[in-house]
Nanobody, 123 residues
Framework: QVQLVESGGGLVQAGGSLRLSCAASGLMFSTYTVGWFRQAPGKERDFVAAFGYLGGSASYSDSVKGRFTISRDNLKNTLYLQMNSLKPEDTAVYYC????????????????WGQGTQVTVSS
């Protein structure tokens, strides 16, 4: 059974940085596309970034491109999201997700989800 556990969320001032981690178990990590989504109150779950499987590349939403960096450590079965230059509109619950197969940016294409970690950016 795939398990994803996020950590690293918190409260930060605008312009600050946070690093999220997602520890994965129950899967052959390198063979999965893994990514981050976020959901603000009253809004849909939106794609943030993902890293393709089997040495694939990364993809970012336009809203975070140039500020966020996704990375993965296949030896540690861990996914990271380095978030810099944070803005109040980045406030959301951030979810780690995994899917077999190529990178996709639609939430309904992902099979496994973590419980989420809250990121709050104050102005």
């Amino acid at each position: 059974q795939v398990q994803l556990v996020e950590s690293g969320g918190g409260l930060v001032q605008a312009g600050g940085s946070l690093r999220l981690s997602c520890a994965a178990s129950g899967l052959m990590f390198s063979t999965y596309t893994v990514g981050w989504f976020r959901q603000a109150p009253g809004k849909e779950r939106d794609f943030v970034a993902a890293f393709g499987y089997l040495g694939g590349s990364a993809s970012y939403s336009d809203s975070v491109k140039g500020r966020f960096t996704i990375s993965r450590d296949n030896l540690k079965n861990t996914l990271y999201l380095q978030m810099n230059s944070l803005k109040p509109e980045d406030t959301a619950v951030y979810y780690c997700a995994a899917r077999r197969g190529p990178l996709r940016d639609a939430a309904d294409r992902y099979d496994s989800w973590g419980q989420g970690t809250q990121v709050t950016v104050s102005s």
